[in-house]
């Protein structure tokens, strides 16, 4: 039967040399071709469901949820999950620290399992990114790449709902991605994403990120280690529920992730 473990960071090493001690719950020993990692923070009106919906996909999955200690709750909703399904783990973080380092240690929980799963797809937790499109992510994995994007910006791609600003600061984070660090892909900001294993142990010494600039970070190390990116038409809608945590402050970060990239050559 499923057990519960609580496992500790240092355990896990999910973040070598800090002194946080994050908790992880759920059984540490399931087996799953695919690990799906929902970074949270404040999603407590989206996240039953949405954890719903992808327990029902033909798939042999276990979910990995990152929550930052979101005052409305969200961590207990899931707790309540764990005693419905089996394959759900769950790991917070004392406080709001970013989405890019909640990615990073949703890898290195998943690498770090006895059996880590081929394949890891990170999605947002506000339902824009639709669950049942997981499947087309993870059928174009059969071409040995190392990163499959669900692209809104080729062709056959959409946003729906989204302000005219939100679209600009969208659009712009793109182009400056495209042609100041090189990266040719019409969407590399994209967050809903597959990854293979293999490519994420190669690459997961190098993720430094600390917010949203982590999607530029990961198909810069793909392209420099030479793994295969590929782009599948998805359709983003805007969060229905609960608020974008978009910041300035992440904005600015993404800024100077950039600069520093260039100022200090691509290889980075
Ligand atoms: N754990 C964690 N999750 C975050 C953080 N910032 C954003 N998220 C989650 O990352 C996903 C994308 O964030 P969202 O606010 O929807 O950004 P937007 O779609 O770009 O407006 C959502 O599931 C958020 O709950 C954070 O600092 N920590
Ligand atoms: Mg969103």
């Given at each position: 039967m499923f057990g519960k473990k609580l496992i500790n960071q240092q355990e896990l090493l999910?973040?070598?040399?800090?002194?946080m001690s994050y908790q992880l719950t759920g059984n540490v020993d399931v087996h799953s071709e695919v690990g799906v990692i929902l970074p949270t923070y404040r999603e407590a009106e989206n996240i039953e469901k949405l954890i719903a919906e992808i327990e029902n996909l033909p798939l042999n999955a276990s979910i990995l949820v990152i929550d930052d200690y979101s005052p409305d709750k969200t961590a207990e909703i899931v707790k309540n999950l764990q005693k419905k399904y089996g394959n759900i783990l769950l790991c917070v973080r004392?406080?709001?620290?970013g989405l890019g380092t909640a990615i990073t240690d949703g890898f290195k929980i998943f690498l770090s399992l006895k059996t880590s799963p081929r394949f890891i797809v990170t999605m947002d937790?506000?339902?824009?990114?639709?669950?049942?499109?997981i499947l087309q992510l993870l059928s174009s994995m059969q071409c040995g790449c190392g990163v499959v994007i669900g692209s809104r910006?080729?062709?056959g791609g959409r946003t729906a709902g989204w302000p005219f600003t939100r679209k600009i600061i969208s659009r712009a984070a793109n182009t400056v991605a495209k042609s100041v660090v090189g990266l040719r892909l019409?969407?590399?900001?994209?967050?809903?994403r597959c990854y293979s294993a293999g490519f994420l142990r190669e690459a997961i010494g190098s993720l430094h990120s600390q917010t949203y600039e982590i999607q530029i970070e990961t198909v810069k190390q793909a392209l420099l280690r030479g793994f295969g990116i590929k782009e599948v038409p998805i359709l983003f809608v805007n969060r229905k529920r609960g608020k974008s945590k978009l910041t300035l402050a992440e904005v600015q970060s993404y800024i100077s992730y950039i600069f520093k990239t260039v100022a200090y050559g691509r290889k980075r």
């Open positions: 999910i973040s070598e040399g800090a002194s004392p406080e709001k620290s937790a506000d339902y824009s990114h639709n669950p049942k499109a910006y080729c062709r019409n969407d590399c900001t994209s967050g809903f």
